[in-house]
């Protein structure tokens, strides 16, 4: 991501993130406001309400003892005609009263409003539910407000008034009561300015409700027969703030409609009553939504709308730009990669995907072909219809060969009438073929050329890698070279258009069968034969076995596999891999029957690994040995490409095992193997290919690597077996490390089969040439590696002095042949002070002094092996170029003392 495009994208987000977090903190801040302004005006509601209902009570209770005084100079006692006319004049003059009562202190109501004189009236000592609070507040002076109760003389629910009269002595003489309507007080308190939606009420002490607004409609009888519910929230606040003259509520409450409400409440001064007001909290949140969210809410999503779309539009547009200029970029570099006329890659081109291909070549583990293709007689098109014609004539011949290659394939132009391909990922010569028929089929076809048919030809040289191995400028020009020896042997007929480049055998056609049908005829008339290779096991010394090697005698020539097996097809190899296991297994039977006690191997191509019935033809061909047992015969498999990985090649092996025939992996360690796959292979041995052996007495500091392959056989468990023992010295230096068996030209050279029972009886293998920098750099680095593991596994070893180190001795013995002698003296120095500065500082340094020890013994001991090899190579060459002179001088001697001979023989003649 480009910085700008991320300073637009972190400013977007964190405006976003930022707006968000401002948005959610004024949502917090205007509810917190809005709650404590909503809170402080319910609470001047219930004020109001409050000091509404004490003005309304204290009117009551002056009228009442008005009333009672009046009532008290009537004698009402004893004029019962006269209390009841004050008790009418009373509840005219008075709204809302259902009537006017005087009660004797006893519970005798002496006169009423409600009936008449000398009607029977009623005595609220008979009325339990009367009586008890009737005479506990006679004895109480003022008004008295009793808790709601339907009405012994009106039938419905009221609210009583009382006020006592008392005698001069202090007695109580008589009650005058004044039920209110409780419909009346709801009514009185819907009168009051409060909002819609508002709830009102009166609550007195003992959480009976008094009065409310609006008044409930079914259950008005269950609400004012008994007190508030204890859960309700008006009742919490009101125990929790006994003596608070005012306060606020939140909760479900238990009158009317058990929903959430906010409300506040006020305590009468006087009277044992509260006023409380409510709303329900649907209504508080809604009235919060509307006055403050809604609109900034709306505000802020047309911003964050807008923003987006800006957002949105500025990435559109810098989109569009980066895929402009990377379209501009694309133009140039096709321009510059690119042929202008065919649109083919061009010489440039090709550089940057030939290197991919040989890397995916090495990776895949399959063959790359690379060629050269060049258009016969081209100069004359454009000399007879014209440059125009000649540029359409290549424009087709590129269409063509594009869409005869596969889509993993690369055809370049490389100027002129020269074409590249590039052929990936081929697994044998079969696949190249088919490719090749399908490019021979597209130039075939003829041409039409302002009105013309024309019909050209071509001929193409070929190189396989990693056969051929280098680069891609070495590959182009073996290419090129095969291409001009196609030019050079084209015949008329175009037969053998393409030519493939082989260093040792030369240029094979692959357009005809030529070759492999010469092959077919060289099995069956016995051309090919087998010569077999001795190996040695360590432990004896005497030959154990022979490995079948193939030979193709053609053209007064023996041809080793190697230079033919890579052009034949399927059924060649398949072929060719019968007669082996047949011939060799034969062989085998007479030399048993000689006494000879040997195991074979045989090779076996992929191909055979990959035809369904590869193990029942083995058991086949082995059934028809008997006295050969199957433990006797080994089949050397070749780890190339994804062979080994398929299903079917790895149930071959795991029934050949099976039947206790071995199987050994073959040239490991070379390009083609891939040695993290080993472990899950079923075999029993690896052979160890033979380029690591060959070059060790010029290289003597390579032998860590063979060193390491044998290690991974040891893990492994299987057996050991080293190609490539050529000298002497390679003898000496592999009998120090642990290896089953050794084969090579030191041993003996592929034998015929008439020469092996006299070689298997007399051979016994020497203890070789001890004089060799490989063996003294062997054991000196066994030291080595023992220093450095006792700074890895923390333990002591044992030092080697350098007085005991075996190089010192080699190197001293050769000192007058070595190059710069004395660096490799104090180089190697170095390396045993700093293993015994390792050993010191192991018992007493730190960790870290060991690593940084350890990784100055581990680059000195490189420089040494770097040194001793070029040394050694150097030392090798002055040797031969020695040797070369002293024969050259031996040969000018002879001749010299021919001469003289010659002179003197003439003088006897004369003379």
């Not at 890579?566 to 190899?573: A, D, F, I, K, T």
């Not at 060719?576 to 047949?582: A, I, M, S």
């Not at 002293?886 to 003197?904: A, H, Y």
Request: proline letters at 5%.
């Amino acid at each position: 991501m480009p910085p700008y495009r991320r300073t637009i994208f972190l400013v977007f987000w964190g405006t976003l993130v930022g707006v968000l977090a401002f948005s959610g903190w004024y949502a917090w801040f205007s509810w917190h406001r809005y709650e404590q302004n909503s809170q402080y005006r319910l609470t001047l509601e219930s004020d109001m309400v409050a000091t509404v209902t004490q003005k309304l009570l204290d009117g009551h209770a002056s009228g009442l003892r008005f009333l009672g005084v009046q009532l008290q100079r009537a004698d009402a006692l004893h004029h019962l005609r006269r209390a009841r006319t004050l008790l009418l004049d009373y509840q005219k003059a008075t709204s809302n009263i259902v009537s006017a009562n005087l009660i004797a202190p006893s519970g005798q109501v002496i006169a009423s409003t409600t009936a008449p004189v000398g009607a029977p009236l009623p005595n609220f000592r008979n009325n339990p539910a009367i009586w008890p609070a009737f005479q506990k507040g006679i004895q109480t002076p003022g008004m008295g407000i009793y808790h709601p109760l339907r009405g012994p003389l009106v039938g419905h629910w009221v609210i009583p008034l009382r006020y006592t009269i008392f005698s001069s002595a202090g007695k109580p003489l008589f009650v005058v009561t004044t039920p209110l309507r409780f419909r009346g007080i709801g009514g009185f308190l819907s009168h009051l300015p409060l909002r819609t939606g508002t709830a009102v009420g009166l609550l007195r002490s003992d959480f009976y409700i008094e009065g409310r607004w609006p008044v409930p409609q079914n259950n008005l009888s269950k609400m004012l027969a008994h007190p508030v519910s204890a859960g309700g929230a008006l009742r919490q606040a009101l125990q929790r703030a006994p003596h608070a003259h005012h306060g606020t509520y939140a909760g479900v409450v238990a009158v009317g409609e058990p929903i959430y409400r906010f409300g506040a409440f006020t305590r009468l001064s006087h009277y044992p009553l509260t006023a409380f007001v409510s709303v329900p909290r649907d209504q508080w949140l809604a009235a919060w939504w509307q006055r403050q969210i809604q609109y900034p809410l709306v505000f802020l999503l047309i911003a964050l709308g807008l923003s987006l779309t800006a957002y949105r539009r500025i990435l559109f547009l810098d989109r569009r730009w980066e895929l402009q200029r990377q379209t501009f970029e694309r133009a140039l570099t096709t321009q510059a990669t690119h042929d202008v006329l065919t649109g083919l890659p061009n010489r440039d081109g090709l550089r940057l995907v030939f290197d991919q291909a040989l890397a995916r070549t090495e990776r895949q583990e399959r063959l790359l072909a690379v060629g050269f293709l060049d258009l016969d007689a081209f100069k004359p098109v454009n000399d007879i219809y014209g440059h125009a014609a000649g540029d359409d004539l290549l424009k087709e011949i590129a269409r063509r060969l594009q869409d005869a290659v596969r889509r993993t394939d690369t055809v370049a132009r490389m100027g002129g009438d020269e074409f590249v391909l590039l052929l990936e990922g081929l697994r044998d010569m079969n696949e190249l073929d088919q490719v090749l028929a399908r490019l021979q089929a597209a130039i075939a076809q003829p041409f039409h050329i302002k009105g013309k048919i024309v019909s050209i030809q071509a001929s193409l040289g070929l190189t396989l890698y990693p056969f051929d191995e280098g680069d891609a400028d070495l590959l182009l020009r073996h290419a090129d070279q095969a291409m001009y020896a196609a030019k050079v042997r084209t015949s008329p007929t175009k037969a053998d258009w393409v030519q493939l480049y082989h260093p040792d055998l030369g240029t094979l056609t692959v357009g005809d069968e030529t070759l492999r049908q010469d092959f077919l005829r060289a099995l069956a008339s016995g051309a090919v034969t087998l010569r077999y290779q001795p190996l040695v096991a360590l432990a004896t010394g005497r030959v154990a076995g022979l490995e079948a090697l193939t030979r193709w005698h053609r053209e007064d020539q023996e041809v080793s596999p190697d230079r033919f097996l890579p052009s034949l097809g399927v059924r060649e190899r398949q072929a060719l891999g019968r007669f082996v296991l047949q011939t060799a297994l034969q062989q085998l039977t007479q030399w048993r029957d000689m006494g000879l006690d040997l195991f074979l191997s045989v090779n076996v191509t992929p191909e055979e690994l990959d035809q369904p019935g590869f193990a029942d033809t083995v058991f086949g061909i082995l059934a028809a040995y008997p006295s050969v047992p199957p433990k006797s015969l080994v089949l050397e498999v070749l780890e190339i490409g994804e062979i080994l990985e398929q299903e079917a090649a790895l149930e071959h092996l795991q029934r050949l095992r099976g039947a206790d025939i071995k199987i050994a992996l073959d040239d490991v360690g070379s390009a083609y193997a891939s040695l993290l796959r080993l472990k899950n292979l079923p075999i029993d041995e690896i052979k160890i290919d033979q380029s690591f052996i060959r070059e060790l007495s010029n290289k003597p500091q390579d032998l860590i690597f063979v060193e390491s392959l044998v290690n991974l056989g040891l893990a492994m468990g299987v057996l050991i077996t080293v190609e490539g023992v050529e000298t002497e010295a390679h003898i000496a230096f592999l009998r120090e490390m642990k290896i089953n068996y050794l084969q090579g030209y030191a041993i003996a050279r592929p034998l015929e089969a008439k020469a092996v029972a006299d070689f298997v009886r007399s051979f016994v293998l020497g203890v070789g040439d001890a004089d060799t920098p490989m063996l003294a750099l062997y054991q000196h680095l066994g030291w080595v590696r023992a220093a450095a593991e006792s700074v890895m596994k923390h333990e002591d070893y044992e030092h080697t002095e350098l007085a005991d180190c075996p190089i010192t001795t080699w190197l001293h013995a050769h000192a007058s042949e070595l190059p710069e002698v004395e660096t490799l003296l104090a180089e190697h120095e170095t390396v045993h002070i700093l293993g015994r500065e390792i050993l010191q500082v192991r018992q007493s340094g730190t960790r870290e002094e060991l690593h940084l020890l350890l990784g100055q013994l581990h680059g000195h001991s490189h420089r040494f092996q770097e040194g001793l090899g070029q040394a050694v190579k150097a030392m090798r060459d002055n040797a031969a170029a020695t040797a070369s002179e002293r024969c050259d001088r031996d040969v000018g001697i002879q001749e010299s003392g021919k001469k003289l001979q010659g002179t003197s023989n003439n003088k006897n003649f004369t003379t």
